[in-house]
């Protein structure tokens, strides 16, 4: 996979999670990036190629949402993929406004994450 993935959550275990299923899955990215809130991760987007974000909603600092409205105007090209354990219309109906790939809900399906990973 010729892509770079930044994984953003504030909780360590769910991003080694996410990698260690990104490998599991066979999704090895050429980079893979992670960041512990929204303001790293902006500092991570304004210095690197980022095909992917993978991202919480609720983090402390900058939010999930409110990280993808930002960076956004930063890289325009980088496909979003929310991932969250709250199905709250008022997150679904913002993150479609956002433009973002995919709202998956936690526990995430191996099959769910590989899907929007191949094609985003």
Do not use: H, W
């Not at 992917?52 to 980088?78: H, N, W, Y």
């Not at 219309?89 to 973002?100: D, M, N, S, T």
């Not at 995919?102 to 769910?112: F, G, M």
């Amino acid at each position: 996979m010729n892509r770079s993935i930044l994984i953003v959550d504030d909780e360590e275990l769910i991003r080694k999670g996410i990698i260690a299923r990104l490998d599991y899955l066979n999704l090895k990215p050429s980079g893979l990036y992670e960041a512990v809130n929204g303001l790293k991760a902006l500092d991570i987007i304004k210095s690197r190629r980022i095909d992917s974000a993978i991202t919480d909603i609720r983090m402390d600092d900058v939010d999930g949402l409110e990280f993808i409205e930002r960076a956004k105007s930063i890289s325009p090209g980088t496909q979003f993929i929310i991932i969250s354990g709250y199905a709250e219309f008022e997150y679904a109906e913002q993150a479609i406004r956002l433009g973002v790939q995919a709202y998956l809900l936690k526990p995430i399906s191996n099959d769910a994450l590989k899907k929007v990973v191949e094609d985003s």
